[in-house]
C-alpha cells in the first residue's frame, strides 16, 4: 500500500510521477489518524499534497487554460480524468 505509483498528467504529458513511499505521512497511519475523527467510507477522498512537477514552478512555468485535460492515476487504484472549463 506505501508503495504505489502516483502520476498526473496534462492533454497526455506527464507533469508528475511519483510513488506513495513518498509521502511524509505513510497511508495506512493517514488512515488511521483520519479515522479517528471521521467514518470513511468508499469513494472518500483524502488529499495528500503534490509530488515534485507542479507547473507554476517549472521553467517556464505551465498553467492549465480551458480544455486542457487532467489525468491523475494511482496505480491498483484507478484513473480520473477532468477537462478544465
Not at 10 to 16: F, L, S, Y
Not at 27 to 41: D, G, H
Not at 52 to 64: Q, T
Amino acid at each position: 500500500v506505501h508503495n504505489l505509483r502516483i502520476r498526473c498528467s496534462v492533454n497526455g504529458q506527464v507533469m508528475q510521477d511519483s510513488s506513495t513511499s513518498q509521502l511524509i505521512f505513510p497511508l495506512p497511519k493517514l488512515i488511521a489518524w483520519v479515522s479517528r475523527f471521521v467514518t470513511l467510507v468508499p469513494g472518500d477522498t483524502l488529499l495528500t499534497g503534490t509530488p515534485a512537477g507542479v507547473g507554476f514552478f517549472r521553467k517556464p512555468p505551465v498553467f492549465l487554460k480551458r480544455g486542457d485535460e487532467v489525468q491523475c492515476e494511482i496505480e491498483q487504484l484507478g484513473v480520473i480524468c477532468n477537462r478544465v472549463v
